[in-house]
């Protein structure tokens, strides 16, 4: 993490907790103290002042500005201590009222929730619009409309021709038809709204959240309390000139480790009620992104309740930016129902990293990203020319994961991945493997994990239904216990995401060890035996470049060590050995008796 007030950053701190012996271990012991004594006593203001104040800076969240707090590097690396300790029991009290207090998989739970809700009501909003909208005919699924009033005939003409099929008393398919569309169009129709709070974090209620905290998470009120008793200084510097100094008298400090525990219990019982009161309303909750999904005046009622409720606890719902998505179809009727919010409205829109909508608006969401998915993949491989250890690592260990989130919240899009995939392999693998062309069987050997002697590098239009399946298997009771409204039963919930983890990692597992033997069944002896050595000799890929550990390589030895790993020939070799003037190969460097390279 960044530095606070002092300048001592993270990687500053680590190494003086593990690098300088005894010296560490007393910073350790004093740490671990001043910890003690901030969660279970009650010190004086005035001895720790300075450790609660923050540099202060300004994030541009286009629009608008979002203060961040940057603490003491010493108070967040205790506050995660407490974290580690006590975090468990917070997540309890929090459930699935509140996802943000580190449930394993909760955003994910929340948008398969939201994602089930649209689609079990989607269906029958396209089956409204394709069944029941009038087409340029004046037709109703092939069915005549009525005539106007003035244009229906006469009562008398109907006399003689009663005797006509489908003209007695019974109706007929085509006045059931009529009476199905009446009550297609009088039922209520079903809406998401996704609520925008003002301001969140930094108008959250003190107190309210202290005495929440002290009655949810006890075992956390202690050091809560110490962290927020008083107005923290939140310093902002300016170059050349004094310091603004201001007081952070409500809310939480963004950047601080408990801050998003705090927010999320703060908000408990506020969820609570509104599920309590309207239990017809899907209502999950991430920090203050709360979304509703149900029927449109359920939904109405719910926002009276969070207006009402919200403030007493610093949350205050701001109606014309939050967002109703809803069928196109029956957009004006959603409208007519909740007139009085001033909400947004569209069919579809971004929720917490997924999306709720359409399948066209989807699309239109999707391009964009995918198209800086792809620049991203490209400047990594301008990167890769002179750092490829530094690019390999940033494609594997970050870029990737973010399109892997995406799939896992994200149903059926493997083929919109595919710009991604045409990227690594036409502009990323080539520099990295110093290959002009790479051909489908090292682009399928590069897929595998490091431990089946890959690179890690899976094709992201192949990985889309995996990853999704395995988000939704391992969410079953958190998505259950959203749609139904009851509490989860969080220790049951971690012992099936656990479980189901676990059955991911071993079928995904014999799926790449059947692929690999797939791969090398028709290669020769030699070529077997390489692809087993380097299943055994891969952690060097694994590990994060750090000059302070000594685990950043040149480009040249990254480079050579990968083509290596995969029998090719180092770029650049000398023909000839300058010893002994054979030719010169890997093998004849490494048992040449009169060449420079003997040990």
Request: net charge negative; charged share 20%; aromatic share 8%.
């Amino acid at each position: 993490g960044s530095a606070g007030l002092s300048g001592v950053d993270a990687v500053d701190l680590r190494n003086w907790l593990l690098c300088f012996g005894a010296e560490s271990e007393a910073l350790q012991e004093e740490l671990a103290l001043m910890t003690n004594l901030l969660a279970n006593e009650s010190p004086s203001w005035a001895s720790y002042r300075a450790l609660m104040a923050c540099r202060l800076v300004a994030l541009d969240k286009q629009p608008g500005v979002r203060p961040l707090g940057i603490g003491e590097i010493f108070r967040r690396a205790m506050a995660k201590c407490v974290l580690a300790a006590v975090g468990h029991r917070a997540m309890v009290a929090c459930g699935s009222l509140n996802l943000c207090a580190g449930l394993p998989a909760g955003i994910e739970g929340a948008v398969h929730a939201m994602t089930a809700e649209w689609e079990k009501w989607a269906l029958d909003e396209t089956e409204w619009d394709e069944t029941w909208e009038p087409d340029e005919t004046g037709e109703l699924d092939g069915t005549p409309m009525p005539a106007p009033p003035n244009q229906q005939q006469d009562p008398l003409d109907n006399e003689s021709r009663q005797d006509e099929p489908g003209e007695t008393g019974t109706p007929t398919d085509h006045d059931n038809q009529l009476i199905l569309s009446e009550s297609l169009l009088t039922e209520d129709v079903h809406v998401t709204l996704m609520v925008d709070a003002n301001n969140g974090f930094n108008e959250l209620g003190r107190k309210a959240m202290l005495w929440t905290v002290r009655h949810l998470w006890e075992s956390g009120a202690r050091f809560s309390f110490n962290c927020y008793r008083h107005s923290a200084l939140l310093i902002l510097r300016r170059q050349g000139q004094d310091c603004y100094i201001l007081q952070s008298n409500e809310g939480v400090t963004q950047g601080d480790p408990l801050s998003m525990i705090l927010y999320g219990l703060t908000l408990v019982p506020l969820a609570r009620a509104l599920r309590d009161a309207v239990p017809s309303v899907v209502q999950p909750w991430y920090a203050d992104d709360a979304a509703m999904s149900g029927p449109s005046k359920h939904v109405g009622e719910a926002m009276d309740l969070l207006q009402q409720l919200g403030p007493a606890r610093g949350y205050f719902p701001e109606p014309s930016k939050s967002i109703v998505v809803c069928h196109e179809a029956r957009m004006d009727q959603a409208k007519a129902n909740l007139a009085k919010f001033k909400f947004q409205y569209c069919d579809g829109h971004r929720y917490v990293g997924g999306f709720i909508g359409t399948e066209e608006a989807k699309a239109k969401w999707l391009e964009p990203k995918i198209q800086t998915w792809v620049y991203g993949v490209e400047q990594l491989a301008r990167v890769a020319r002179r750092f490829p250890q530094a690019a390999y690592a940033g494609l594997v260990k970050s870029l990737q994961s973010e399109w892997q989130f995406l799939q896992r919240v994200l149903p059926d899009n493997g083929t919109a991945f595919q710009p991604i995939e045409k990227a690594i392999r036409e502009a990323f693998l080539p520099i990295l493997m110093q290959s002009d062309n790479v051909v489908d069987r090292d682009r399928e050997f590069w897929a595998l994990p490091v431990r089946q002697a890959g690179l890690g590098i899976p094709a992201p239009n192949e990985t889309t239904e995996g990853n999704r399946m395995t988000s939704i298997e391992c969410t079953t009771l958190l998505t259950q216990s959203l749609q139904q409204g009851t509490d989860l039963n969080v220790a049951a919930y971690l012992a099936d995401n656990k479980k189901s983890r676990r059955n991911a990692a071993v079928a995904r597992t014999m799926k790449d060890e059947t692929k690999l033997e797939s791969l090398t069944s028709n290669s020769d002896l030699h070529y077997k035996r390489l692809i087993s050595r380097a299943r055994q000799t891969g952690s060097w890929l694994t590990v994060m470049p750090d000059s302070l550990n000594g685990t950043t390589l040149s480009a040249e030895e990254f480079q050579d060590s990968l083509r290596v790993r995969y029998g090719l020939v180092p770029v650049g070799l000398q023909p000839k050995c300058d010893g002994c003037y054979k030719d010169f190969t890997v093998t004849h460097a490494l048992s040449c008796k009169t060449g420079g390279l003997v040990i």
